[in-house]
């Protein structure tokens, strides 16, 4: 087995294309790179680490990830791996094959609407903030915050400490990244600054799959807006959700313009 190359090289990538026996393509020559010692595979939704040396400025799905160090995000529908032959990041050979999550197809006539009708209150949270609501919705309280929902809309609210206000770049760079890592076939639609009641705050649109049904197993494709809210050392994350193409343009304005320290 020939040796690894110098300390810290660049990740090799491979981005096996689909081929008529499905995954086989992609595993035979997964196998081909192990067999040459190359030992790690490396999968993340849509996104994934790429490299391991020092990168600039990354460019990847209208997304700016500003002055990352040993990291690239990658964006590919197929199966990707990621083989790292540095022996200052592995010890000892590994493998992983993994498939990117599709993305939803959005419902022609998506339920979700929230009635003009709605009658809304305000929550008191005990973690220093209030929020007004869509009555009637379930509530569960948790550590950090509390989830009211109804069917698929979903209002989440959690708050956190926090070094400093978020920006549009370090949004950018740490949530949006971290978001794409852990969700389902998330997709960034926009990162900017806006202006609530509260104060200055930092919106996400993204759209994403939700949980498996437990019956069917169908997954619906969602919409959201998440705020990032802060003050004095403490961040607020509201997260408003519902099934994509549902109207609750002026519903979600509502809630994100009652938000208020308390």
């Known amino acids: 087995m020939p040796s690894p190359g110098p300390a810290c090289e660049r990740t090799q990538i491979a981005e096996p294309r689909p081929t008529s026996n499905g995954r086989g393509g992609a595993a035979k020559r997964f196998l081909r790179f192990a067999e040459h010692g190359i030992g790690s595979s490396v999968h993340a939704n849509q996104w994934f680490l790429q490299e391991e040396s020092p ?126 890592r852990t969700g389902h076939a998330i997709r960034i639609g926009a990162i900017k600054s806006v202006r609530l009641r509260s104060g200055a705050a930092v919106l996400i649109t993204y759209t994403s799959n939700s949980e498996p049904n437990p019956v069917t197993n169908k997954q619906l494709r969602l919409e959201h807006h998440r705020y990032l809210i802060y003050r004095g050392g403490t961040l607020a994350t509201l997260d408003l959700s519902a099934p994509l193409g549902a109207d609750n343009a002026d519903q979600w304005n509502l809630m994100a313009h009652s938000f208020q320290w308390r």
């Open 55 to 180: 990168c600039t400025d990354v460019k990847q799905g209208g997304i700016v990830i500003p002055h990352l160090t040993c990291q690239r995000l990658l964006q590919s529908s197929a199966i990707v791996l990621a083989f790292a032959a540095s022996p200052c990041t592995l010890e000892a050979a590994a493998s992983v094959l993994a498939t990117t999550e599709q993305a939803a197809t959005p419902e022609k006539s998506p339920p979700g609407d929230i009635p003009d009708t709605q009658v809304f209150v305000t929550y008191q949270s005990p973690a220093g903030f209030s929020l007004k609501v869509p009555e009637g919705w379930a509530r569960t309280e948790r550590r950090d915050g509390t989830r009211f929902a109804d069917k698929y809309n979903v209002v989440e609210i959690s708050v956190a400490p926090a070094a400093s206000a978020p920006t549009v770049s370090s949004v950018t760079a740490r949530e949006a990244a971290e978001l794409a």
